[in-house]
């Protein structure tokens, strides 16, 4: 039997078992699962490449000629959300890529002068100029937090790249003609970090006490999730990346509408301003323990996935998703993966 043959068969059979598998791990809960791979753990060997203006960092995993994933991290966290996800992929013969966002971790911007901007547009054009770079010409693309902004940015504004998307919190294009609009004091209150950030007070505190923010902004968001000390050293060494601070803070500050944006996505920018919808087929995920973003049934962003769109809650996982319930995240992409 021949090696294409092998996969193929592996890979109609995973996709087949994901379906049935999805819906047990959506319901599961999460506390009964692992937390996670050992801290010990971690996403080596990297390899780097030039793409678009950024010189990105990345970690691959399984084989070749797979079906493509690429697994997008958010802030405060890095790759390593990916750890299991990445493993469980690549063991159902899909080619996972796990890229460190611009500010992150080994990715480095290529010019000195390029503005460090974090905006919306900006993050979905890196995933597209990695997929040039790297010569890929459609994947799954699935993220949470900025990783998941990026995915519907590439997803509305590319989907012929893109096979499948998966994100935690449905719909994340930002809404930037909105962003005054107050939203209820409860959830207000859980925004402490953004408007904290408009301010140089906040600019300051970001650059003195990355870990210390970081860190409130795990255990607030992920009340349940009971991760050690090592599994959150492993992310924050991302944090130290010299551009974090400037990207962090352009990309809190421009979806207010109080920084600028870069001039060569202002185009993208416009074609994301009427909040474009996902065409693609997409699996969106919500945790019912998440401290900052409520779970939902998904109806209410609904009319922006006019594809097939799946909609599920983890049961007992917070804001990061894909590191506290990592057999519900895979099995998501795995719905989406493509033979």
Known sequence: MSDSIDLRRRLILGAALSGVASRAFAQADAAA?????PSSQRMEPLHHIDAGPLNIGYYEAGPADGPVAILLHGFPYDIHAYVVVAAQLAAQGCRVIVPYLRGFGATRFRDSTTLRSGEQAALGA??????????????????????????????????????????????????????????????????????????????????????????????????????????????????????????????????????????????????LAPLPPITVPSVTLDGDADGVLPASDGRASAAKFTGRRIHRVVRGAGHNVPQEAPEAFAAAVMELVKV
């Open 126 to 271: 890196d995933v597209i100029a990695l997929m040039d770079a790297l010569g890929i010409r459609r994947a799954v693309i699935a993220g949470h937090n900025w990783g998941g902004r990026a995915a519907c940015v590439a997803a509305a504004l590319w989907p012929e790249r893109c096979s499948g998307m998966v994100t935690v919190n449905s719909y994340l294009v930002q809404d930037l003609a909105r962003a005054m609009v107050p939203i209820s004091p409860q959830y207000e209150a859980a925004l402490w970090y953004e408007y904290y950030f408009q301010i140089e007070r906040g600019r300051a505190g970001l650059a003195a006490n990355r870990r210390e923010i970081a860190r409130i902004l795990w255990e607030d968001w992920s009340p349940d999730w009971d991760f050690d000390d090592a599994t959150f050293d492993r992310a924050a060494a991302a944090y130290d990346n010299p551009d974090f601070v400037d990207v962090v803070i352009h990309s809190y500050r421009h979806r207010f509408g109080l920084a600028a944006g870069d001039p060569q996505y202002a185009e993208l920018q416009r074609r």
């Open 33 to 37: 699962r692992p937390a996670g791979a």
